[in-house]
């Protein structure tokens, strides 16, 4: 995303927007995926979740806490994926 000020105004970018019914599976393809491979090729990657009170952001992110559950959080997906992929590359080497 970003912010651009046009005569004082300030318009906001979003690279995507999800509705009440995306469940964190999508996100997490949609958005941290990708962020897991940069992470591996030695870059930083930031997930932020914003929104009011009450929306479920820390569901989101934390889930109930098991990442076989089907309930994961984007955590436990990344970490799932980032000891999935570190083994494969272990393995190829």
Known sequence: GSVRN????????????FD????TP???KSI???MVHTVLGGKHA???AYGETG??????MQGDGQAQSG????IQLV???LFRLSRMGAQSS
Do not use: M, P, W
């Not at 929306?55 to 989101?60: C, L």
């Open 79 to 81: 970490v799932s994926d």
């Open 6 to 17: 046009v005569e004082g105004k300030n318009t906001f970018h979003f690279d995507q927007v």
């Open 20 to 23: 009440e019914e995306a469940q």
């Open 71 to 74: 309930q994961a959080g984007i």
């Open 55 to 60: 929306a479920g952001k820390t569901f989101t």
């Open 32 to 34: 941290a995926r990708s």
């Open 26 to 28: 999508l996100l997490y």
């Open 46 to 48: 930031t997930i932020f």
